[in-house]
């Protein structure tokens, strides 16, 4: 009685979004058509997969998240279904933290000049430019190696040595993403950016 109506609520503002999301994306996109979906059934299956997870978090990072993936596999641009489903449950499992670390290693000097941080490293580890780019993270070391280890257990990093190894400028700024990891965060990007990286709507 006292969790219903929270849940109730949560399930509606979830399919909202998504259904305002997918008419936006009817209205940009010449060849697609949301009503098509109704019998696509790996369509239907990830939505029913993504909103499980929705509905269990009041994030709404994670929200945006779920809800960029699921418009790729409406556009039919993401990968195969066994992929789609084990990247799904990647998003169920890992935190904000575990996706921003991803973004932030794909392409670490980019990011830094993209925020402004000015670096003049000269040896140093992972870490420092995790700090710089995330400040509240100063301190946490315990919270954002256990972070860097799961991702590196599923695959999606390059090891997590990097992070307190010194290494020269170069290597401080250099990409750590696996493949997998890249595939992954394209799946979870907005259709918008993926275009900018080069794909056609």
Known sequence: M?????????????FKELAGALEQLEDKVESFHVADLCG???????VIEASKTA???????????LRNALLNIALKRSTDED????????IAELTIW???????????????????????YYIGGGAQVLEDYYPELNGKREFYDQIS?????????????????SMSAQGMVSKRTTPLADTFLA????????AEAGKQV
């Open 187 to 194: 799946f979870i990007r907005t259709p918008a950016e993926l």
């Open 149 to 165: 280890a799961d991702l590196n257990a599923r695959g999606l990093l390059s090891g997590n040595s990097f992070l307190h190894t």
């Open 55 to 65: 509905i269990g978090t009041h994030r709404q990072e994670k929200h945006e998240v």
């Open 2 to 14: 006292v969790l219903a109506p929270s849940v109730a609520r949560r399930r509606d503002e979830w």
């Open 98 to 120: 575990h996706i921003r670390f991803l973004v932030l290693f794909q392409a670490p000097g980019e990011m830094l000049a993209a925020k402004g941080i000015k670096t003049n």
């Open 40 to 46: 696509d059934e790996v369509f239907v299956s990830a």
């Open 83 to 90: 992929q789609q489903q084990i990247f799904l449950r990647y």
